[in-house]
C-alpha cells in the first residue's frame, strides 16, 4: 500500500511541476490568425519578437477572469515598457475577438487561435484548463514562466526582471 501511495504522489507532483523550457515542435507549426485575418504560425510569430522578452497572455473576449486580470496586465505593461506583449485569443469567433480588444482597450500584439481553448497543437501544449495563462519568454526564445494564471502573480514580475 505505501508503494502505491509514494508512486501517486510522484506522479501527481511530476505533473504540477510542469516547466518546459521550449516549444514542441508541432506546437510552433500550430496556426494563428493576425488582425488582417493572415494565417500565421505560432513559430513566425516567436520569431518576429526574438530577442526581446515576451509576455504571452492567452485569453478570450467571454472570459470574466481574463478581463479581471486586464488591469492588472495593463500595469505590466507600464512598468516593463521594453517587453512584448502578446496576446494569444481562444475566441472562436474572429469578429468576437476583434471586438473585444477594441472594448478593452487592448494595446499589445494580437492573433487569434481559432480553434478555441480544447482544441489545437499549441493549446493542447499549454496543457490549457484555465484562462487567462500568462507565460513568459525570454530574449534567447526559452520559457522562463510556463504556467501563471493570476497577472498580479509575483512568479511573472520575477520572469519579467
Not at 16 to 23: A, I, L
Request: aromatic residues 12%; hydrophobic residues 40%.
Amino acid at each position: 500500500m505505501k508503494k502505491i501511495v509514494l508512486i501517486f504522489i510522484i506522479l501527481v507532483t511530476s505533473c504540477t511541476f510542469e516547466k518546459p523550457t521550449k516549444f514542441s515542435e508541432i506546437a510552433l507549426n500550430d496556426k494563428a490568425y493576425s488582425l488582417s485575418d493572415k494565417q500565421i504560425s505560432i513559430e513566425e510569430i516567436l520569431d518576429k519578437y526574438k530577442g526581446k522578452k515576451i509576455l504571452i497572455d492567452v485569453w478570450a473576449s467571454w472570459c470574466g477572469d481574463c478581463i479581471k486580470g486586464l488591469p492588472s496586465v495593463k500595469n505590466l505593461q507600464k512598468e516593463y515598457p521594453e517587453v512584448v506583449f502578446l496576446f494569444l485569443s481562444i475566441d472562436k469567433s474572429k469578429r468576437a475577438w476583434k471586438n473585444g480588444i477594441t472594448r478593452f482597450n487592448i494595446k499589445g500584439e494580437h492573433y487569434n487561435l481559432p480553434k478555441g481553448m480544447k482544441d489545437g497543437e499549441f493549446v493542447n501544449f499549454l496543457n490549457l484548463g484555465w484562462i487567462p495563462r500568462y507565460l513568459v519568454i525570454d530574449e534567447q526564445g526559452k520559457i522562463k514562466l510556463f504556467k501563471a494564471t493570476n497577472a498580479a502573480d509575483l512568479d511573472i514580475i520575477e520572469a519579467l526582471k
